[in-house]
């Protein structure tokens, strides 16, 4: 693979140091290219101008700009370089605070960190770099046999053969030098007699056995020997069956190596690690902890697996020298500190196993947060270890997250006094970084509980839900917005949402909400109408708020609410409301509604043209202005009963009464009342008309049928006098005419006094016509049947004529005026008398039928019947059809009618010539009023 150049920019006021840097890691990586700046505000320069890929800088620059502030100054002006400090300043807690601020790395100056300053660089110039792959090397040598002879002969090991009875037949020198017997002493003889102490004997067979059950070869790791000096010794044991040329097992040959002297340095070394760890102070150590915090500062944000990283932790501690290091959390609730995660040599417990607050220096420090140093275990009154009797030296720092102690970091050593107070302070921001991780874990996790419960609510709503980015594209685009507004999430989605769904003329109002939510403010419950992918309107609520950071607008989460079913529901009420107030407000009735105190809610203009008081006067006022004083106390009394029950004396009646007028002067109204229940309260609603105009018609009419009923009286009166005096002459001038026998002057004279009584008849009935009506009622119960009977038996003996065929049926009892039925009576059987037919026996039929609330009565008769065409002309009055032949004024009828329909019936005839006639006439039925006691 080709490697790519990297250019570096190394930011040193000191030029010397920074040229050593150079050459150093030139050396290491022969494809770094580098540029020098010594101030701060050259290096900003020279990594404006240029494309580096690392930024490499001393803490301290110039007293003007400082290593972190080149990087905050890089970071405003968006150069996102990698940075790594390379500094003098070899202060942990200066290191942490650059980590913190987001540098990629920071190492301590010093050439032995050139190599990993190199690969840091590397690493973060292009990733990490494959790794060269070391080769291994195998060999194989072939010897011949000889040379194996001599090899086992003069070996070093021990080379023993024994017999299959255990006798020793091969003792060579390495034995005899490792167990300190010549061959001579051993050969022939059973070997466990000399070197294996009694404890670890075994038989010969037991061993064949054993060595055969491991498939012929068995090497034993470590196994205790007893020289001849009877000096205990080690060694490692390689057993191997010893077959003849038929391959029979003869013997068992064994191997052994000496090594006590590999486990003496072993311990050696052990302890001259720690004695090195003792001294492993200083820079070096404080290198060792950096790299350490550099590691876990660098994941704590970005490993979302909090027990790889703590893992990580625990595992590098042991390489400053120690033997093993753990993490707890602190589960207050429980007062328990939970063993979590462990590193270095032996872990003997796992994950959950647990201590008491106060229990042991683990469980003090998870109780009370403050660190501890035991530097002998066995002197620190609180340590209780059992688990690891090896420890002779521990500590134990809090894992605090602000007040909160969230666990413990222990780390113990086998040394006395293994710690110091710089071990502290590093293992202490140590532990703060975990705390941070740990933190951001449980934030973490309690934002993705809450991001699930949260994306769960918003699938689940309806309503249209979209977020936007700060330039207004759509980053979130839910199911209820994919239904209100047509467009899928795939085809919206990074689309600039307003140039899709605002429509033409709202797009003024758009950018002013945006720059709304842009200025940090919310948006509730804004009216406007969006456009839907299939080109309709829809009426939406949209409801925003602004998501931002740092005063930093990032973008929007908008509501969007159909309303579109409301707004036409509305609109249909504010229609019909319009329609109601049109007809209210145009009605030339006058409407007014009042509460239940009767207090004015409603005035019309109507109302304002009948009383003369505007709308503005008159809500608030009670009604009670408009009522003359002579009513009040009555609707005072009627209100009282309206109020509690809604109904009252004058509620849905029509009534016509006198108003009050703005002036004080009366007008005579019609009223009809309704009420309604508004809630718990009634209102009653009163239309009023202006009868004023009717009342002066009525009026007008009256005087005029009042004249001329006074005329035709006058009339009726003047015409009798000279009648009289007519009669009274002709009378005399007759008697003289007798005397003299004048015949033909008799005639005469008889002839004007037939024409002065016709006179006189029709006068009379004309009176009788226009009285009609002006007399008083005076109804009681009466029999019609006995009553017609009557008339029959009165106008048999006036026609004489015997026995006619009078049917009656169904006649009944009935309360009305006697006088009038009488003459209605009298006057239609007495024309079925009067048009008999003469050929043929008279046949009346009276009878009656009720229907609902009314009787009608009929006179039926077999008589000579009336042409059709003058059917209406009968009811008229002097109107005679037979003039001659039968006596009467034709007056009879109309005055019948008028009877009839002054008591609020109707009259007709059904008639033909020569087929009888039949007159019908109806009646209102009227209650006889109830008798009341005394
Ligand atoms: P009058 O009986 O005095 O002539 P009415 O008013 O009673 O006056 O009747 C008017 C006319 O109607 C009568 O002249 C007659 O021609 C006709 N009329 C009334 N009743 C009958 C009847 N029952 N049959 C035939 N014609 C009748």
Partial sequence: ????????????????????????????????????????????????????????????????????????????????????????????????????????????????????????????????????????????????????????????????????????????KGAEQIFGYTAEEVLGKHVDQFVVPPKFRRTEEELLKLVEKKGGSFLEKEVKRVKKSGEVIYTTASYNLVRDASGKIVGLSAIEKDITERKRLERELKRAKERYRLQYQGEQRRSAYLKIITQVSKEITAILDLEKLLQKVVNLIPALGYYQ????TAESEKEKAVFQVGGGETIRISRGFSRCFKEGIIGWVACTGKPIIANDVSKEPRYRGKVYPETKSEISVPIRFGSRILGVLDVQSTELKAFTKEDLSALQILADQIAVAMENARLYEEARAKTDYLQSLVRSITDGIVSIDSEGRVVEWNKGAEKLLGYTREEILGKELD???????????????????????????????????????????????????????????????????????????????????????????????VDPQMNIILWNPGAERIFWYTEKEMLGQTLMKIVPERYRKAKEKGFAVFRKTGSGPVIGKTLEVDGLRKDGTEVPIELSVSSRKTGEAYIATVIVRDITERKRAEEKIKKKSQELESFVYTVSHDLKAPLISIKGFSELLKASSRDRSEEKELHYLERVMANVDQTNRLIGDLLKLSRVGKTAEQPREVDTLSLAKKIVEELNLQFKIDHPKVRYHNLPVIYTDELHLRQIFQNLLGNAYKFRDENKRLEIEVGCTEKDNIYQFYVKDNGIGIDEKYLEDIFHIFRRLQEKKVEGTGAGLAIVKKIVETSGGKMWVKSAKDKGSTFYFTFPKKVKPTATKG
């Fill in 499 to 593: 140039v899709i769904i605002v429509p033409q003329d709202k797009r003024e109002e758009a950018v002013s909400l945006t720059e709304r939510a842009m200025s940090g403010k919310e948006i509730t419950d804004f009216e406007t109408i969006r456009l839907r992918k299939d080109g309709w309107l829809v009426n939406v609520l949209l409801c925003a708020s602004p998501i931002t950071k740092d005063k930093k607008f990032l973008g929007a989460v908008a509501i969007y609410k159909d309303i579109t079913e409301r707004k036409r529901a509305e609109e249909q009420l504010k229609a019909s409301e319009e329609r109601y107030r049109e007809l209210v407000n145009n009605s030339v009735d006058g409407v007014i509604s």
């Fill in 325 to 328: 290091a753990s993490i707890w």
């Fill in 1 to 172: 693979m080709e490697e790519k150049t990297l250019n570096i920019l190394i930011v040193d006021n000191d030029k010397a140091s920074a040229e050593r840097t150079r050459t150093l890691l030139q050396q290491e990586e022969p494809r770094f290219r580098f540029d020098l700046a010594c101030e701060g505000e050259e290096g900003l320069r020279k990594a404006k101008e240029n494309d580096y890929h690392l930024i490499l800088s001393d803490y301290h620059l110039t007293p003007a700009m400082n290593g972190l502030q080149l990087l905050d100054a890089l970071r405003t002006s968006e150069i996102g370089v990698p940075f790594i400090f390379y500094s003098s300043d070899r202060s942990l807690e200066r290191a942490v605070a650059c980590l913190r601020r987001g540098v990629t790395d920071y190492l301590f100056k010093g050439e032995e960190n050139i190599k990993e300053l190199a690969s840091s660089i590397a690493k973060a110039g292009e990733g990490v770099r494959p790794r060269r792959e070391n080769q291994k090397l195998l060999q194989q040598t072939m010897e011949d046999k000889n040379y194996l002879e001599n090899i086992v002969v003069n070996s070093i090991d021990a080379i023993i053969v024994a017999d299959r009875e255990g006798k020793v037949t091969l003792w060579n």
